[in-house]
């Protein structure tokens, strides 16, 4: 237990929908992170908030975005969904000045 | 731009063998993290390396971290089918702000 939530554990879409992903971070931990892990690949990271701003993003569309609220939990929001964007959605969370990271469970999108 | 590179892809084994698993870059990373991760899990951490050359032994689990700090090994003894899973190298970079790359993984199975 990493306690680091995520809501839901599992979604399905169809093409041109939008979602909204949840993640609840561990206690004390101000920094979230979210990764997108495609079927037998490595998390490949989406972007990291810090104190409610964004502060780090990797190589993804602007269709996905993001929130975190002032307790530290976080969004991801994802429009116009494309078939490629399913699957395995991760967040992650941490304190800023240290540099190990908790994952959740993940929540695992399926997009028709 | 940041890569990980993590051999071999799959490993296939008989219990009580040994193995180790190899992730390598050509960047220097200021720690590096092993995870396993079960199907449809979050990934979950075994250890956190953060000096060139140090070492750090988990039970039957040992990590090395490379004395510039571009790769890490991880080692099985004797291992178990308990040990079966994704294995995910990811590094970590920057200062504060950490972002964090991750390895293709490393698919090991072990037979009883």
């Known amino acids: 237990e990493t306690g680091v939530t995520q809501s839901p554990t599992h979604l399905i879409k169809t093409r041109g929908q939008q979602v909204t992903l949840r993640c609840s971070s561990q206690s004390g931990h101000n920094t979230v992170s979210w990764y997108q892990q495609a079927l037998g690949q490595g998390p490949q990271f989406i972007f990291q908030y810090y104190r409610e701003e964004e502060n780090g993003r990797g190589n993804f569309p602007p269709r996905f975005s993001g929130l975190q609220f002032p307790n530290y939990s976080s969004e991801l929001n994802v429009n116009a969904l494309e078939l490629d964007d399913s699957a395995l959605y991760l967040c992650?969370?941490?304190?800023?000045?240290?540099?190990?990271?908790?994952f959740g469970p993940g929540t695992r999108l399926l997009v028709l | 731009t940041q890569l990980l590179e993590q051999s071999p892809q799959f490993l296939s084994i008989q219990e009580g063998e040994n193995l180790t698993v190899y992730c390598n870059s050509s960047?220097?990373?200021?720690?590096l993290q092993w995870y396993r991760q079960e199907p449809g899990e979050g990934p979950v951490l075994l250890v956190t390396?953060?000096?060139?050359?140090e070492v750090k032994k988990l039970k039957r689990l040992t990590f090395q971290f490379g004395d510039a700090r571009k790769d890490s090994s991880l080692h099985i003894t004797a291992a178990q089918p308990g040990d079966t899973g994704l294995y995910l190298c990811a590094g970590a970079f920057g200062s504060g702000t950490y972002k964090y790359i991750f390895g293709t993984g490393t698919r090991l199975k072990v037979l009883a």
């Open positions: 960047s220097v990373f200021s720690s």
């Open positions: 992650a969370s941490r304190s800023r000045d240290q540099e190990t990271q908790y």
């Open positions: 390396v953060v000096t060139g050359g």
